[in-house]
């Protein structure tokens, strides 16, 4: 299983950016992805989690109203759509796949549930 992400880059406050995650070795629509991020300093947060199966999506309280997680079952690609970006945004921003379907992302985003990383890509918010 692999996961490459793309999209980061350096944007002002205000701005927005859409990262990829492109997988291959497991169907999208069969298992749980989800949206990590570690700023300096700091622990990885779960931001945004999607399961398929179960019509489930969820984010952290954080970036609720400001960020989309969406798919392409055609391109096996999740997206995440992050709009009225924040310095506070700034971090690695990581994909991560579930290694079982099941009840992943239920109601909460649980790192110690996914298997699977990308090698992460940087978001840069300037103020």
């Known amino acids: 299983v692999q996961l490459v992400e793309s999209g980061g880059g350096l944007v002002q406050a205000g701005q927005s950016l859409r990262l990829s995650c492109s997988v291959s070795?497991?169907?999208?629509?069969?298992?749980?992805i989800g949206w990590f991020r570690q700023a300096p300093g700091k622990e990885r947060e779960g931001v945004s989690c999607?399961?398929?199966?179960?019509?489930?999506?969820q984010y952290a309280d954080s970036v609720k109203g400001r960020f989309t997680i969406s798919s392409d079952y055609a391109k096996n690609t999740v997206y995440l759509e992050m709009k009225n970006l924040k310095p506070e945004d700034t971090a690695v921003y990581y994909c991560?796949?579930?290694?079982?379907?099941?009840?992943?992302?239920?109601?909460?985003?649980?790192?110690?549930?996914?298997?699977?990383w990308g090698q992460g890509t940087q978001v840069t918010v300037s103020s």
């Open positions: 070795g497991l169907r999208i629509d069969e298992y749980p």
């Open positions: 991560a796949a579930q290694g079982r379907p099941g009840y992943g992302c239920y109601d909460s985003i649980i790192e110690r549930e996914f298997d699977y």
């Open positions: 999607l399961n398929t199966n179960l019509a489930r999506k």
